[in-house]
Structure formats: C-alpha cells, structure tokens
C-alpha cells in the first residue's frame, strides 16, 4: 500500500532495503513477479512511490512504502515497527542498502566512512536481529538476505573501510546462518561484483568503457542471487568472472591481494 488505498494482505511479507534504485528496485522486480508482497524502504519517498506504482500496475502485488534514513540510530527500529503492523508476518528480508566512499583513508571526511559503517554495519545488524526475531517467533520458513560484495574477500587499499564493511557482512552472515540451521529462518550471503547501478557514481568512480564492459547488469545479478536463496546456499557470488576472483583471492596472499587491488583502484580513483 504506497500510501493507505491498499487492503492489507495476509502475507507473508518481504522488505527490501535501499528500494528505490539499483538491486533493490530489481528484488522488488523479480519478487513481485512471484506474487509476494512487499515492504519497500528507502530515503526517497518519490523513488519508492513510483516503483510501488510499477509493480501494483504490473503484477498487482500489494506493496508498503516506508521513507526512512536506516543510517540513524531510530531508522531501523522505525522500519521493523511500521513492517510489523497490522500483524503482518515478515518471512523475507533483504538487507541491500549500503554505499561506498572511494579514495584515500584520511582524505576522505571522517562523518562520511562514519556513515557508511552505520548503513552498512550497524543497520543491517540492527534489522536482521529484530526481523530474524520475529521470524523466528511466527514459525513461518523465512529468510534473511545479506548483500555483501566480492569486496568482502580481500582487503581494498582506497575502498579500505567500504571493503571492511563488507567483510563484517559476509562472517556476520556465515556465523548466524549457522547458529539458524535448526531453525526456520535460512541467511544467505550475496557477493556481486561490479554492477550497472547507482553505487560507482555514489562512491565517487569514474569507469572507463572497458570497466563497465565487464560489469554485470542489476537484473542478472539478482536472478542469481534469488536462486541461491532457493537452494538456501550460505553464499552466493554472482558471475563466473566474480568466482573465478574469489578462487584467485582465496589462494592468493593477502599481501598480493591488498597490492593487486590497490593498483586497480588506483585506476578507478577520480
């Protein structure tokens, strides 16, 4: 219901975060297709209306919208309480809000890394403790899904604190999924690489055309992503471009690592 003209339904309901563009537009897409209702959330109310327009028009699905900045310490508890009324049951969310800051360390203003960490970090923790609470309360088979990156397997000198920040996704995920197996919530952890999205431009990328050629369209990365949450895999890395680096890093040095990522973002910085 992008506003109140909407009968509620009985669910059970999925919220995506960072709904308004990106891959969170494209979950909302693709499950929608699926016929599940869902809870949009994002800082852009005018975004979020007129994909919940979309995809009432589209597939007729009832959909919520919730404006909130998660990056405050109110956002995330105003979200869960505004998913949760009128008894809705939330048996999926998808934790993809996030942003990275591209440039040196100390050159980049302090309160911005400060910001990312609060989205990136303590939001998603926030949200996937009070919803995989809730989840766990109403029985239901449900699911939590983490967006991560390929960022996630090494460390990213000018990408240092976004690369962290993801880092702390992919073990936060792996350790809940395992202390969930005998419950019924499952948590998956989504690893795209680079994406024809918003996120370059936000972080402050300049891509050349050989770059973008080897990015992966939004769509894709989220058909994958939805077919490792049906198969309840632990991880999932979107593109064999994407696996084959993840092998690479996983058997690589870390020192080799940080060295070869630090030349490519040397390229990338504007």
Known sequence: MSGSSLTVTA?????????SAGLGADFARQLAVQGRPLILAARRQERLE?????????????????AVDLATR??????????????RQVDMLVNNAGFGAVGAHLSTERERHLQMLDLNVTALTDLTHRFATHMVAHGLPSHVVNIASIASFQPIPNLAAYAASKSYVRDYSEGLAYE????????TCVHPGGTLTEFSAVAGMELTA???????????????????????????VTGWMNRLLG?????SPRVVSAHVSGWIMGRLRT
């Not at 092998?247 to 058997?251: C, I, K, L, M, Q």
């Open 180 to 187: 969930l197996r005998s419950t019924n919530v499952a948590v």
């Open 11 to 19: 669910g059970p309901w999925t919220v995506i975060t960072g709904a």
């Open 247 to 251: 092998w690479s890093v996983a058997w």
């Open 210 to 236: 050989a770059s973008e050629a080897t990015m992966m369209r939004s769509e894709d990365v989220v058909r994958i992503a939805l077919r490792g949450v049906r198969r309840r895999r632990v991880h999932v």
């Open 50 to 66: 007129a994909l919940a327009a979309e995809l009432e028009e589209a597939t007729g699905v009832a959909t919520v919208v919730v």
């Open 74 to 87: 109110q956002g995330p508890a105003e979200l869960f309480e505004r998913a949760t009324a009128d008894g």
